[in-house]
């Protein structure tokens, strides 16, 4: 009977040291209340819904079982264009914030969340992309055995070159179960598609009229054609176009036409920025989807600003090149 207590004992004890089977996810968001949070995470690639509920007060509270995977999870409301992705790592997490401002919600409560807040916070301060690029490449090299380095790589796949995405990838541990691992893997194998030297993916869109435009009645008439990727309420885009407009007015007489895929929603805003920010090429085309624009998914894109530069023959010759180096890009094609 005594063996039979002390083994009880010790369970109990064991549980209580790792403080029990479950942990809690407490989300408390100013305006929040009457709102649907869903927690999300992902099974390979795939995104599955694991809970949701309706915010009282600002608050919702959600139990979890704890994992012997310790990958990301994230919170996603309706009206935001952006989840909220954490890393729990069985810990308790609190998320706090304003519902209206999604840049300012914060989550806080693990080792591993620790790491990326601080990550964002050093990152956030930088001004140079150069700069940016190296402390991205810099955290996923110290974090390659964690997720919370697949992440960083996966949400700032900008700052990498797709040799470097593939030699980090192929760091990581084989066995690492990591959402973002899988998602970085199958980009890889999208990105290869159209990859410099890749023919073009046609694209088929309404213009600002509701007609029909491709992309395809373009190739041959210009010796240089950027595909733009933007929208009228990314902050980024906004603040690149006045360059971009310079560029145009500089080379449009030497051969070079811009193709503009917008990610809007809303018709009247997209029109609207094309008129304020003078974008006076005539190609401007959206399927109005946001970021489920079909064009932006055959290219690969998961940020904007980006582009796609192709010669006169549609081949793709660069992407994803920064604004401050469009002119060489230019150059170095019509040459």
Same mark, same amino acid.
């Given at each position: 009977?005594?063996?039979?207590l002390?083994?009880l004992?010790v369970?109990?004890?064991?549980?209580?040291?790792n403080?029990?089977k479950?942990?809690?996810?407490?989300?408390n968001?100013?305006?929040?209340?009457?709102?649907?949070?869903?927690?999300q995470k992902?099974?390979g690639?795939?995104?599955?819904?694991?809970q949701n509920?309706?915010?009282?007060n600002n608050?919702v509270v959600?139990k979890?079982?704890?994992?012997?995977i310790?990958?990301g999870m994230?919170i996603?409301?309706?009206?935001?264009?952006?989840?909220v992705?954490?890393?729990?790592?069985?810990?308790?997490?609190?998320i706090?914030g304003?519902?209206?401002k999604a840049?300012?919600i914060?989550a806080?409560?693990?080792?591993?969340?620790a790491?990326l807040n601080?990550?964002d916070?050093e990152?956030n301060k930088l001004? &140079?992309?150069?700069?940016?690029?190296l402390y991205?490449?810099?955290?996923?090299k110290e974090?390659?055995?964690n %997720?919370? /380095?697949? +992440?960083?790589?996966y949400?700032y796949?900008?700052?990498?070159?797709?040799?470097d995405?593939?030699d980090?990838?192929?760091?990581?541990?084989i066995?690492m179960?990591c959402?973002?691992?899988s998602?970085?893997?199958?980009?890889?194998?999208d990105?290869s598609?159209?990859s410099?030297?890749q023919?073009?993916?046609?694209?088929?869109q309404n213009?600002?009229n509701g007609?029909?435009?491709?992309?395809?009645?373009?190739?041959g008439?210009a010796?240089?054609i950027?595909?733009?990727?933007?929208?009228?309420?990314c902050?980024?885009?906004?603040?690149?176009?006045?360059?971009l407009?310079?560029i145009y007015?500089?080379?449009?007489?030497?051969?070079?036409?811009?193709f503009s895929?917008?990610?809007?929603t809303?018709?009247?805003?997209?029109?609207k920025?094309?008129? &304020?920010?003078?974008?006076?090429w005539?190609?401007?085309v959206?399927d109005l989807?946001?970021?489920?624009?079909? %064009?932006a /998914?055959? +290219?690969?894109i998961s940020?904007?600003p980006?582009?796609?530069?192709l010669d006169q023959?549609?081949?793709i010759?660069?992407?994803?090149v920064?604004?401050?180096?469009l002119?060489?890009?230019?150059?170095s094609?019509?040459?």
């Open positions: 009977m005594k063996k039979v002390i083994a004992l369970m109990i004890g064991l549980v209580s040291c403080g029990g479950t942990f809690k996810i407490t989300v968001l100013e305006n929040s209340t009457g709102k649907t949070v869903t927690l992902y099974d690639s795939t995104l599955m819904t694991l509920a309706v915010a009282k608050t959600f979890v079982e704890k994992s012997v310790s990958d994230q996603i409301i309706d009206g935001w264009r952006r989840p992705v954490f890393f729990p790592d069985n810990q308790d997490i609190t706090t304003d519902y209206q840049g300012g914060k806080t409560g693990s080792a591993m969340q790491s601080s990550f916070e990152f001004q &140079d992309e150069e700069e940016m690029k991205a490449i810099m955290y996923v974090n390659i055995e %997720a919370t /380095g697949a +992440y960083v790589m949400r796949k900008w700052a990498f070159s797709e040799r995405m593939k980090l990838c192929n760091a990581m541990p066995d179960k959402g973002y691992k998602l970085i893997a199958d980009y890889l194998q990105l598609r159209v410099a030297g023919p073009y993916t046609n694209i088929i213009d600002v007609n029909p435009m491709e992309l395809a009645s373009v190739i008439t010796k240089v950027i595909v733009d990727f933007w929208a009228s309420w902050p980024d885009c906004r603040k690149e176009n006045p360059e407009v310079k007015n500089e080379y449009k007489n030497k051969g070079v036409d811009i895929v917008s990610l809007d809303d018709p009247a805003a997209w029109k920025a094309i008129a &304020d920010d003078n974008l006076a005539p190609h401007h959206s989807q946001g970021w489920k624009n079909k %064009a /998914g055959d +290219y690969c940020f904007i980006q582009n796609v530069i023959n549609g081949v010759v660069k992407r994803n920064s604004i401050n180096d002119r060489e890009a230019i150059v094609v019509i040459n």
